[in-house]
């Protein structure tokens, strides 16, 4: 017997950026980003579209194009954008994926060619996903729109669209060639999708950065009420932590089976697939944030103190802490959320891996999580949504079970 | 503006092994290379296999379960082995690839269980494929069993599917978790088959390796006849150079325009599709090496000497070094395998990288070749085929234009 044995390393340098106008021509970002590797010759370029977006702002494809006829001596805009939907349902066909397929042959886009992504998490992945496995890999550039992509999700390697049922079921890890946050686009995002978005922050916080922990708490009014510098700050800060744990945790294509920024996301996974995704992701994190935090507080392994101010930061920025999914029920009469753990496991492969607090900015993993602590938190949030739903009425329509 | 900038460097650590007997259950190579990353677990494994490997060895599956049944405590057979069509075929529509995605579902494969991938290099490519976009990756055990496999595709990164009539168009840059190439396999392939597989060793020892190019030309009467010891060196060098490649080329994820172990590849890739693949990847590679090393030979860049070894071993060995398929023409007139240059930067993306060779051992990239030098390699080897073709006729069918 012989055997041959080699380290392949392979390395990705990529930045995140964030800026504003950044289609308006005067703006130096996306040709230099463009440009950079290959100076002196033309590139090419085709957008994809949020629908979502090209509503908010519908002058963004002629910006677009503009921006291309500026500087022609660098960059071809190869055909017009296309537009595609937006939200979890572009994930769960594979048409949009094989509609941008089809694209990138007729248009014979190449290695060495950008596609621009323009839009929220969803359309990040569905088109991330088709670039990465289109020969192999065409340049990504992303511009994620929302709060929840400039804050985590679109700064990341992940892409994917839902099969069979499960969520991100085919995908890659892939890194971008580029991420340009314009936080403009923040703007025109309903109250609830900036909100949404903000879990990723307080999670991020909460597993890795007590002083931004502290910052979140003392802005948690101005982040409410969407005033723009606080939201800016708090999508900067939050991709730094992000970006920061992929490039030095040593798996950031996630081999081994611990996901340390997965806090919350055991029972937020479950959560969004009990209510039919009714819930955002972020809204179901931030639950999910809850029930993981009263646990830790009454398995010792955080104070109390901490609990409350987790609980009363989400209050105040304007999330829910209990949905009635909670009280969700199998044939066998045990609660559904507590599947979540075991489908976590399940996507993760390996050991049983999961996040908890011991203090802010403080995580710590562990492999077992008792159900009568799961169902302990539950109560704590059920009872505290029980009194406040008394005094003032949903403003999220429920589905009761 | 602002700006994070990270570098994400991702180590990928594995093995290349070669054996015989691996399903015997006394070699404990399949059992040690699933436990190395947690010894103490019983590890979860499917298997896929190729038709044809499994019309030679009809054995083969029993062998496999036998192997499990011998290791309960550390290995699950999940379920029975999916017996798949070999050959290129196999890649050009999606249902094996989506079969295979069905049964991952199923099965509840997850990132940290198997799949075995038992086969020739298509087969190796749809189930590496398969096994990358699932869950964003599922662990790939390669079990080449061709020549072409262990000494060169089976070993390395890339998997891959056709679309939209381009071979490859989708795929991923994915290291496997090992390769085991039991050279028992190699026995049973037929004289074709394990000739066309030598042409990628010939290629890595012209641009890397004068050593190896010097024992090639020793031994190829051995090689040519099929010598069980001969063609096991022969595949062992073969992969150390390209794994060597992969893992000190600082590019192993081809992102950049250069690939250069593609010798001879913008004209094989051409005639692979101008001959609709009567032609074995191997034998149009022989014939772009041909072709390719003339060139050299005539651009002053090596000796005609060294042409007249590469034509030489080239014979001896029993390939081919014309297909009448180089002289087809287009509506214009023009040969059609002269489109295969822009075909392959279009591939790569970028500028045009061909390699060419200085000496044995000594591969130089230039970024144009000149139309009048390539016609008049063609001229060379069309004039050696006429002349040998008056006293031998062709053992291979020629599909003459």
């Known amino acids: 017997m012989h055997e041959l044995r080699e380290l392949v390393e392979v390395r990705f340098d990529y930045a995140v950026s964030f800026t504003e106008g950044v289609f308006q021509c005067e703006n130096p970002l996306l040709r230099s980003t463009l440009?950079?590797?290959?100076?002196?010759?033309?590139?090419?370029?085709?957008?994809?579209?949020?629908?979502?977006?090209?509503?908010?702002?519908?002058?963004?494809?002629r910006a677009l194009t503009s921006y291309f006829e500026a500087y022609p001596a660098d960059l071809e805009q190869i055909a017009p954008p296309l537009v595609v939907e937006g939200g979890e349902a572009v994930k769960n066909d594979e048409a949009t994926f094989r509609h941008i397929l089809r694209r990138v042959h007729e248009l014979r886009i190449d290695r060495h060619s950008y596609i621009l992504a323009i839009g929220?998490?969803?359309?990040?992945?569905?088109?991330?996903?088709?670039?990465?496995?289109?020969?192999?890999?065409?340049?990504?550039?992303?511009?994620?729109?929302?709060?929840?992509?400039?804050?985590?999700s679109g700064v990341g390697v992940k892409n994917g669209i839902n099969a069979f049922g499960k969520k991100n079921f085919l995908g890659t890890f892939a890194p971008p060639f580029g991420v340009l946050c314009d936080v403009d686009f923040l703007r025109t995002l309903s109250a609830r999708d900036r909100i949404a978005g903000m879990s990723e922050a307080i999670k991020v916080a909460l597993v890795r950065d007590a002083t931004f922990f502290a910052w979140l708490r003392a802005h948690a009014g101005a982040l409410g009420q969407g005033d723009a510098r606080a939201v800016a700050e708090l999508v900067q800060r939050s991709a730094a932590l992000h970006l920061r744990h992929i490039a030095t945790s040593g798996?950031?294509?996630?081999?081994?089976?611990?996901?340390?920024?997965?806090?919350?996301?055991?029972?937020?996974?479950?959560?969004?697939?009990?209510?039919?995704?009714r819930l955002r992701h972020g809204e179901a994190v931030a639950i999910g944030m809850?029930?993981?935090?009263?646990?830790?507080?009454?398995?010792?392994?955080?104070?109390?103190?901490?609990?409350?101010?987790?609980?009363g930061l989400l209050d105040h920025i304007g999330f829910r802490s209990w949905d009635d999914a909670l009280d969700l029920r199998g044939p066998d009469g045990r609660p559904c959320i507590l599947e979540?753990?075991?489908?976590?496991?399940?996507?993760?492969?390996?050991?049983?891996?999961?996040?908890?607090?011991?203090?802010p900015g403080d995580g710590i993993e562990v492999h077992e999580m008792l159900e009568s602590g799961i169902l302990a938190a539950l109560d704590v949030l059920r009872a505290r949504a029980h009194g406040r739903r008394s005094l003032r009425p949903a403003s999220i329509p429920v589905a009761a079970p």
Chains 1, 2 share one sequence.
């Open 340 to 359: 979540g753990l075991a489908e976590f496991r399940e996507h993760l492969g390996g050991e049983l891996t999961v996040t908890l607090l011991r203090g």
């Open 35 to 61: 440009i950079k590797e290959e100076k002196g010759r033309r590139h090419r370029a085709w957008a994809v579209i949020d629908r979502g977006v090209m509503d908010a702002w519908p002058d963004l494809d």
């Open 251 to 277: 798996d950031p294509f996630e081999m081994g089976s611990a996901r340390p920024l997965d806090f919350g996301h055991w029972a937020a996974h479950k959560l969004e697939s009990l209510t039919s995704h």
């Open 290 to 311: 809850a029930i993981d935090t009263l646990y830790s507080a009454r398995a010792g392994l955080c104070s109390p103190a901490l609990a409350d101010a987790v609980l």
């Open 120 to 152: 929220g998490g969803a359309v990040l992945d569905v088109v991330g996903y088709a670039a990465a496995v289109a020969h192999r890999g065409v340049r990504l550039v992303r511009f994620p729109t929302t709060v929840l992509g400039q804050a985590d």
